[in-house]
């Protein structure tokens, strides 16, 4: 499998080269943001290692003109900034995961591993997230064998939640960017949430929909802890 990684610090970027090839990854480098985006979109990966300060095109630039191009590979990024606000607009620019430095190696590999398979198994025409199935060609959704009837909106909204699992979506991106919907009312986003929790989540023991305070919610299966 291959792996770009786009790291304008060069030690930092030998480091973790040398230590995907000896987990037997394939890597490629980019020391710029620029040339990082034109390899990305030239070559097909399997993960993308993103710096978020980088020369020449920012982090966030790269990850949002690769989403707008509907190029789905998965985004880990990399960065020393921790605040919340950094934190949020990579999630928002399309990043599937958000790694601090410093960081130990075996993290890196261990969320490089995690979502490779994420990956795999949201291929398939039929996502599965614990007991749920979510079909996106019958456009029919079961849980624990169960059909559950959804509004289009649900649908469209359960689809990238499960698309997107264990990764948070914002209010805005589901509202801009899922239902491509800029004119409704803020709190639009959460009544459709709250219908779809009552559908999915109602009177089961396990809760797969979740609420991440201050960023917005997320899909994800019952070992995959925290939530509400």
Same mark, same amino acid.
């Given at each position: 499998?291959?792996?770009?990684?786009?790291?304008?610090e060069?030690?930092?970027?030998?480091?973790?080269?040398?230590?995907?090839?000896?987990?037997?990854?394939?890597?490629?480098?980019?020391?710029?943001?620029?040339?990082?985006?034109?390899?990305?979109?030239?070559?097909?990966?399997?993960?993308?290692?993103?710096?978020?300060?980088?020369?020449?095109?920012?982090?966030?630039?790269?990850?949002?003109?690769?989403?707008?191009?509907?190029?789905?590979?998965?985004?880990?990024?990399?960065?020393?900034?921790?605040?919340?606000?950094?934190?949020?607009?990579?999630?928002?620019?399309?990043?599937?995961?958000?790694?601090?430095?410093?960081? $130990?190696?075996?993290? /890196?590999?261990? =969320?490089?591993?995690? %979502? !490779?398979?994420?990956?795999?198994?949201?291929k @398939? &025409? +039929?996502?599965?997230?614990?007991?749920?199935?979510?079909?996106?060609?019958?456009?029919?959704?079961?849980?624990?064998? $169960?059909?559950?009837? /959804?509004?289009? =909106?649900?649908?469209? %909204? !359960?689809e990238?939640?499960?698309?997107?699992? @264990? &990764? +948070?979506?914002?209010?805005?991106?589901?509202?801009e960017?899922?239902?491509?919907?800029?004119?409704?009312?803020?709190?639009?986003?959460?009544?459709?949430?709250?219908?779809?929790?009552?559908?999915?989540?109602?009177?089961?023991?396990?809760?797969?929909?979740?609420?991440?305070?201050?960023?917005?919610?997320?899909?994800?299966?019952?070992?995959?802890?925290g939530?509400?």
């Amino acid at each position: 499998m291959r792996i770009l990684l786009i790291e304008d610090e060069r030690p930092i970027a030998l480091v973790v080269k040398r230590g995907l090839e000896e987990a037997r990854f394939r890597v490629d480098v980019a020391h710029d943001g620029e040339t990082g985006l034109q390899m990305a979109r030239s070559d097909e990966y399997s993960v993308i290692l993103l710096d978020l300060m980088l020369p020449q095109r920012d982090g966030w630039s790269v990850c949002q003109a690769l989403r707008d191009e509907r190029n789905a590979v998965p985004i880990l990024m990399l960065t020393a900034r921790d605040a919340l606000d950094d934190r949020v607009r990579g999630l928002e620019t399309g990043a599937d995961d958000y790694l601090p430095k410093p960081f $130990e190696f075996p993290e /890196l590999l261990a =969320r490089v591993r995690a %979502l !490779l398979r994420r990956d795999k198994v949201h291929k @398939g &025409r +039929v996502i599965r997230v614990g007991d749920l199935e979510v079909d996106t060609v019958a456009a029919t959704v079961r849980r624990g064998g $169960e059909e559950i009837p /959804l509004t289009r =909106r649900e649908s469209t %909204l !359960l689809e990238a939640l499960a698309i997107n699992e @264990g &990764r +948070v979506l914002s209010r805005e991106v589901i509202q801009e960017r899922v239902w491509m919907d800029e004119e409704s009312y803020s709190n639009t986003v959460d009544v459709h949430v709250g219908a779809l929790r009552r559908k999915i989540d109602a009177g089961r023991d396990e809760k797969l929909i979740h609420t991440v305070h201050g960023l917005g919610y997320t899909l994800r299966r019952p070992d995959g802890g925290g939530g509400r």
